[in-house]
């Protein structure tokens, strides 16, 4: 019942040669982060993936194809790059059942320690 996307953090162009049709002025690097979603939370998550396409020749390139050039850019941008923070959010329904579980344990405790009776 979860869903996890990635978000854009940062594109950049870069001036490699594409390894499918050589030209340099067409390739553009994209970094993201990971982004989970259910119904009680949403998450930010430290995964991040870097994506490579060029633009002339339309044509996504995987890192089996990478040169060392293009790695050495890539990792250069990984390094620069601001990543946000972990972090997870509860949605309304989750504060609902939290509440309630509370609510219900602190009516037990009392029933049981006889503070409070029927």
Known sequence: MSSSRFF????????????????NDGLELTLKQKLIETKFYKAITK???SQLR?????IQ??????????????????RALKTKAK???????????????VIVLVAIILFATGIFSV
């Open 8 to 23: 854009t953090l940062k594109e950049a162009r870069i001036g490699n040669n594409c390894p499918e049709c050589y030209s």
């Open 47 to 49: 995964e991040t993936v």
């Open 54 to 58: 060029c633009l002339n020749c339309e």
């Open 61 to 78: 390139i995987f890192p089996i194809r990478w040169t060392s050039d293009i790695e050495r850019v890539v990792d250069y941008h990984n």
């Open 87 to 101: 972090s997870t959010k509860l949605k309304p329904i989750a504060w609902g059942l939290l509440s309630f579980s």
